[in-house]
């Protein structure tokens, strides 16, 4: 690995990971020895992070030279905290590690005394009874969304009847016990919501609808208004 992406990685787990972390802790996470670690913290201090701590102790990231300064009140920093912690009990892998680094890199970012606000905030976040874990489709779709490409899926309806369908996704909702992917069906020429979970073969296609998804969730949005997703 190229030293600079190194350097990258390793100034990302610094903020990821529970601080102070060890050398060891580090070195296994970069998969390098500990000589090369304690090199490549020396070259992240003389590039301008502000890294406390040595050998035997542990480092804490103090400042980061690559995130500008963040200010945010303490009601907001409760927010967010509240926000990425709701969204690790959301039951996608990805989305809950997504959370987790974007948690790690707005506290990077904070005042000292900011940050000990966000470590400790005053709410936190508990589900008796969690969400079951996401369909293992839900990336895909996902990325159908933002590459804005049709969908084939074999969808079940509720009375137990499969089609095959091509499907233009525009949005997925996470309601309180399922997920539901908002789209334009090309089967029926209309809007329709599909639950996730009755969703098999799930694949996408070449065909693009760009630049129509913006415009088509507006006209979705409208609809919802007046027949709430259930």
């Known amino acids: 690995m190229a030293k600079p992406d190194r350097l990258f990685r390793l100034l990302d787990a610094l903020r990821r990971l529970p601080q102070p972390v060890t050398a060891a802790r580090l070195a296994a996470e970069m998969e390098v020895s500990p000589r090369t670690l304690y090199r490549d913290i020396a070259a ?4 301008g992070a502000r890294i406390e701590g040595e050998a035997g102790l542990g480092y804490t990231l103090a400042e980061d ?3 500008p300064p963040q200010m945010f009140t303490r009601l907001e920093v409760e927010a967010l905290m509240l926000g990425l912690a709701e969204i690790g009990l959301a039951g996608d892998p990805a989305l809950a590690r997504a959370a987790e680094a974007a948690g790690a890199k707005i506290i990077a970012t904070l005042p000292e005394r900011v940050q000990r606000q966000a470590l400790h905030a005053a709410q936190a976040v508990f589900r008796c009874e969690p969400r079951a874990s996401a369909p293992a489709h839900l990336g895909l779709i996902r990325e159908a969304i933002w590459e804005e490409r049709a969908l084939d899926m074999t969808y079940t309806d509720l009375s137990g009847r499969q089609t095959r369908r091509r499907v233009y996704p525009l949005s997925v909702v996470w309601l309180d016990r399922a997920l539901m992917l908002l789209a334009q069906c090309q089967l029926r020429q209309d809007f ?3 639950h996730l979970r009755s969703m098999q073969d799930v694949a996408m296609t070449g065909e693009s609808f760009r630049p129509r998804r ?4 507006r006209a979705f949005h409208r609809i919802l208004k007046d027949q709430p997703p259930r």
């Open 44 to 47: 992240l201090r003389a590039a």
């Open 65 to 67: 030279p690559a995130l």
């Open 192 to 194: 329709r919501r599909f």
């Open 214 to 217: 913006v415009t088509l969730l």
